[in-house]
């Protein structure tokens, strides 16, 4: 009987190591696509920040909602500082986000942190998206995965590998969701026509309890930090808004009893459907410039507040 549990216990620990390799080989697999597109910004986002050292920026943290759907010339212009535009897709999850970043920000840096609506573990943790992006860009990043969050992404690493194969025959390419539409702030800049069928989304609007724990780890980080956190809700097209406006009110009114409320109201950053290009995150380059004046007025209000209250 003891040998034979040995045998069980050996046998176990050979398919457990068997597996580990191999979801490490499929977890180290480049993503062709991820490899010419705009998800080539989560490197040029850290190359700009390690460059930029000690300076004082604006570092804007969000999915593609702040990819496609923000000018950060215009804020550039208007506050005088380096704009540093990380967002690149939901998908990577609002956790990595802040942590692949985390390193470079410094006492008196401004982190618009606007995160798309998805209130769930996947919004925080991510999706297969987050090993698309990290094999072909930043696989050092693997190391800032938690193990929750691993535990929560392994059933998208088979997922992940499937995709690199169907990608295998993709080269460079053009249009806005090329690498070739990324302009020197990290914004997707290349034209974008408004689409008559854009796709609305299903919201939940209960927020989950990892969620607003990772959200209040960033205030607190940010206040011992010296760094100025503006939370805002992220641009979102009129129809939807309108379909889930009693989802989108419910994780307001979370984020408020937990103390962590958005700076301004989601209303003010929802535009009709014409200013949004193929999602109701993406917006056409207009939609972006009116996105952007209205950010920029809650700004200048908010950073206004912060220096009258020290």
Known sequence: MKRFLIKIILLASLIFFAVLIINYRMLREKDDWSLYSHEKNVILAYNRLKALGDTNKIII????????????????DTFQIPVVNTSTHAGLGVR????MYKDFLKKGDIIIFCPEYESGKGGLYGSSALFRILSTHMPWAYRRISLPQWLFL???IGIHYTE????KTVKEFDGPYSAKALNEYGDVEYERNHKDSIGLYDLCGILDVDVVNYYKYLHTYAKENGIILIFLPPTFIASNFKTAYNQIDSIAKSLEQHGIA??????????????YFDTPYHMTQSGANKRTE??????????ADYKNKK
Do not use: C
């Open 61 to 76: 943290i969000a999915g593609s909602n702040g990819g496609f759907s923000i000018n950060s010339r215009m804020i550039s």
């Open 154 to 156: 392994y059933k998208y």
């Open 262 to 275: 958005w700076q301004a109201s989601p209303s003010n950053y929802s535009f009709p459907d014409s200013l």
């Open 164 to 167: 690199t194969l169907e990608h």
């Open 294 to 303: 209205v950010l920029i007025k809650d700004l200048l209000r908010i950073l």
């Open 96 to 99: 990595m986000q802040f942590e």
